[in-house]
Each structure stands twice: as C-alpha cells, then as structure tokens.
C-alpha cells in the first residue's frame, strides 16, 4: 500500500498542471517586478519634488519659521556640566525656536559642546506642521477627478509626497538651516571682534606723566629712554594652587624685556594648615616664602621701574593680593 502511494506521488504531473503552475509562477514575478517598478518610479519622483527649486523656496520659509531646536547632555554632559559649567545655559534647551538664534553666537556653543561630547542637538518639526505641509503640497499635485483610477492613482501620489516629504526635503532643509546658522553666527561673531578691535586700536598709548617736572635733567632723561625703548609696562598674572605667579616687563613694542617667576605668592596669607603634628611649623614655611615672593617682586618692580602695572584680575585673590601688596 504504501508502495502504491509512493508510485502515485512520484507521478510526473500532466502538461495542463504543468502549465498552471508556470502561469502563476510568472504571475507572481510579473506582480512583484511592477511593485519594484512602482516603487522606484515613486522615489524617482519624490527625488525630482524634492530638488526642485521653487518646491525647496516655499518650504524653507516655512520649516526656517517653525523650526525648533532642543538639546540633551551625553552621559558625559550629565557627569561633568553642573550649575558652573560653561555649557550650563544650553545643556537642556527644550524647543527653543530657531529664529531665536537670529542675534548672538550661542549657537557656536552648541557646536562646540557638541563636537566635544557633552549635548546632542535635535531640530525638528511639530507634526501638525509636517501635515499642514503635506496638505499644502497635495492640493497642487493631487488629481481633483473621482473616477476609480483617479482615486487610486492620487494614493500613490501621497506615498510619492510623504516620501519627498520626510525623506529628500526635511534632511536636506535641516542641513541647509544647520549651515545657515553656523554662518550667521561666524558673522556675528568675527564682527564683534572686529569692532572691539577697532575700539582698542582707536585709543591713544598712554602718555606719561612726569611728576619731578622740577628736575629738567630727570625729565630729559625719562623722555630719552621712551622715545628709545617706548613705555615700560609690568603685567602680572597671579596664579593658583598649582599654577605660579609671573611678573613680565614688556617695552613699547610689546617684546619681553624681564620677566619673574613667583612660586608662592599665591598661597594665601594664613592657611589653615596648623595639626598636631607640625604644631604651626608649616604655616611658618608657607608664611615666609610668600613674604620673600612678595619682597622679591618689590625689589623687581624697583629695579624694571615700570611706567605702568597691569594685573590681571581673574579671581578675587587678585583683589586679597592688591591689598596685601599696597
């Protein structure tokens, strides 16, 4: 019985099956092949919508005006951004609209901030807006007949707008506004700097003022040596807990004449550093090695006889140091 089965099924089938079973295998490819046709005529046609120059013109006023942007931190920025930080201001902006970004230069911030790993940026659209958008596109290119064909036809135009939409012009309108907005802020910015320049060029050198104009001889002299070497100027930079203090003498074209290394004169003038252990022994050290630092940069200021010192006020132990030093 079971031998009669097998002979049965190993039967070679009839030309008429046969030939059912080619027509539907050439039915189902015919099928497949024109949804791949379809498919690529509709990107094809969302690529050509998307490019062209006039549907990019009426979308970018748009997407420009409604855009909005927001930022996250990495697990970087949550670690290392905290109320001091100087990403502090943009390390959580929520749909923050971009025409905001028209003045300033925070959006050079985020770029930076970004490229070191501290926040991601997100523009994006509102989904009413992509709809509206959509809406407004349909009505151009949509068919108004209502015959079955037309019916089914405008569906495949909606797949070739949505397509167009979401995958060519939002990208490439982001991109363009991303760039747009590094630009403007550039300009902003080297303009800013250009006028502060101009500012800075457009004061006079400073002019000294003799106070022993009594003594003609001390006056000659004081205005021969800056016509030679110009106007001598101290800059002093206080440092901190592992940076030293440098006094630096420039003259009239701003080459370095002397300069002076402090090791300790940062160290504040009474540290509590008294234990049990040392009984006072190293605030005595501490003590005297910032007295020596300090009589040693009287003694160079003596010595340079700078017409003008300038300090670099950077923290308040510049201002603890002025007091201390005057």
């Given amino acids: ?11 070679p089938t009839t030309a008429a099956e046969r030939d059912s079973n080619d027509f539907e295998e050439r039915y189902r490819l015919r099928e497949e092949r024109a949804k791949d046709l ?14 062209d120059p006039n549907v990019r013109q009426s979308l970018r006023n748009v997407y ?12 970087k920025g949550k670690h290392e951004i905290d109320a001091f ?16 970004f028209s003045t300033g230069v925070q959006y050079l911030e985020i ?13 994006e659209l509102a989904e009413f807006t992509k709809v509206e958008m959509l809406r407004e596109m349909e009505k151009l290119f949509l068919s108004d007949s209502t015959t079955t064909a037309a019916t089914l036809w405008n569906e495949v135009r909606r797949n070739v707008l949505d397509e167009s939409l979401k995958i060519f012009l939002l ?12 630009d403007e802020a550039e300009d902003r910015l080297i303009k800013d700097i250009s006028h502060k320049l101009d500012m800075m060029l457009l004061v006079r050198p400073y002019s000294v003022r003799h106070q022993n104009s009594n003594n003609e001889s001390y006056r000659a002299e004081e205005e021969e040596e800056e ?16 940076a030293p203090s440098m006094a630096v003498v420039l003259d009239g074209e701003g080459e370095v004449i002397q300069f002076l290394k402090l090791n300790y004169l940062s160290e504040r003038k009474h540290m509590p550093t008294v234990t049990e252990e040392n009984n006072g022994e190293e605030e005595q050290i501490v003590g005297k090695d910032r007295n020596s630092d300090m009589n040693r940069l009287k003694s160079f200021i003596i010595r340079t006889s ?20 005057t």
């Fill in 38 to 51: 379809l498919k690529n005529a509709q990107t094809m046609l969302a690529f050509e919508i998307a490019y």
């Fill in 64 to 75: 420009e005006k409604a855009s909005v942007l927001s930022t996250s931190p990495t697990a």
């Fill in 111 to 123: 770029i930076r901030a970004e490229r070191e790993g501290f926040i991601t940026q997100k523009i």
């Fill in 227 to 242: 016509k030679r070497v110009g106007v001598r100027v101290l800059s002093f930079v206080h440092g901190g807990v592992e």
């Fill in 85 to 100: 930080h100087t990403y502090h201001s943009i390390k959580r902006l929520q749909g923050k609209p971009v025409d905001r």
């Fill in 306 to 325: 700078p017409k003008v010192i300038a300090l670099a006020a950077t923290s308040m132990d510049c201002k603890r140091f002025m007091d201390d030093f």
């Fill in 171 to 182: 990208p490439a309108l982001e991109r363009e506004l991303r760039r747009r907005l590094t």
């Fill in 1 to 11: 019985m079971e031998l009669a089965l097998s002979l049965v099924d190993l039967q």
